[in-house]
């Protein structure tokens, strides 16, 4: 996939490829000096959570806006895979996780020849910032998100929505939930060096009266159904499937991060445990697709809103 960074405003190449039985999903950086290097998708690897989740190791960042990929990944059940990208950022594409699907449904998914694993949550463990919330607590079934935003602005205004994760409802109700954005915010953020791959083509966009995106938005609630797509994306980080709910208001990466960070330091919160399925890889990845480098207007971003 060949694409833009939403915030490097830098072309970048993704390309997802299949790993092995345990090996989780790792981002392999190349087009470095020296050697590749590989930063695995898990909690401890995240080194800022601003305005998107980065991972990165002691020698520093090495990949940005990772969630999306992720997202796609984890909703469509791949336990295993590795994402190789010649650039600081996975870039954006239309600002929503639908190409990163396509690419996995044209390469597919292939069963390994081992029991999946799954991190079981046994007690409610939970996280504040300010006044934002985040909750997980035990479930009967797989995983569910309940997720609220409740926005000063009144085109975006107050969302909820539950979710209960699956390939086939990841696919139909979450995958094509765009980034947004706030016009009112752009100066300020281009100034901090940030949204400059950000435009019409990646971002829905908004001011204080209402949407600016010609096209309108792909569902109503489009808004909330990214931050959705965020949660499985950040949760996704916990190197294992979830089986739990995970309750979100008012959040974003930071507090995505904290309330995952809060149960993995916690080990009599959680178990791992064998499901009856195979776990799945991805097989190799043509490139498709294409980005938009410099869209027709920078769209604006800020913290915990995209």
């Given amino acids: 996939m060949v694409g833009v960074g939403v915030h490097s405003g830098l072309p970048v190449t993704l390309t997802l490829g299949p790993a092995p039985v345990d090996a989780g999903l790792v981002f392999v950086r190349t087009g470095l000096e020296g050697s590749d290097r590989e930063v695995q998708a898990t909690a401890e690897q995240v080194i800022a959570t601003d305005f998107a989740t980065v991972l990165g190791d002691r020698d520093g960042a090495l990949v940005s806006t990772a969630e999306h990929v992720l997202a796609a990944l984890r909703g469509m059940g791949v336990d295993n895979a590795t994402i190789e990208i010649d650039g600081p950022e996975v870039p954006i594409m239309d600002g929503s996780a639908a190409a990163f699907v396509a690419a996995i449904d044209q390469a597919g998914i292939v069963s390994q020849s081992a029991q999946r694993r799954f991190i079981q949550i046994l007690k409610p463990v939970s996280a504040a910032i300010g006044d934002s919330f985040g ?15 409740n926005f000063a602005n009144p085109v975006i205004g107050r969302q909820a929505y539950t979710f209960e994760l699956s390939p086939e409802r990841f696919r139909r109700e979450i995958a094509r939930a765009r980034t947004f954005g706030l016009m009112c915010d752009q100066a300020r953020l281009w100034g901090a060096g940030f949204a400059r791959g950000a435009s019409f083509e990646n971002t829905v966009v908004f ?3 209402r949407l600016l995106n010609t096209e309108g938005l792909r569902y109503a609630d489009e808004c909330v159904r990214h931050k959705v797509l965020d949660v499985v994306g950040d949760l996704a980080l916990a190197g294992l499937p979830l089986l739990g709910a995970y309750r979100s208001v008012r959040g974003g990466h930071k507090l995505n991060h904290a309330v995952l960070t809060a149960l993995l330091a916690d080990r009599t919160a959680w178990r791992v445990v064998e499901g009856e399925a195979a776990r799945r890889t991805t097989r190799p990845v043509v490139e498709v697709g294409s980005g ?3 869209g027709r207007i920078a769209a604006a971003y800020g913290p915990d809103v995209s």
């Fill in 135 to 149: 909750e997980l607590r035990p479930y009967a079934g797989g995983f569910r998100a309940e997720v609220e935003i």
């Fill in 207 to 209: 001011d204080d009266e």
């Fill in 292 to 294: 938009i480098v410099g």
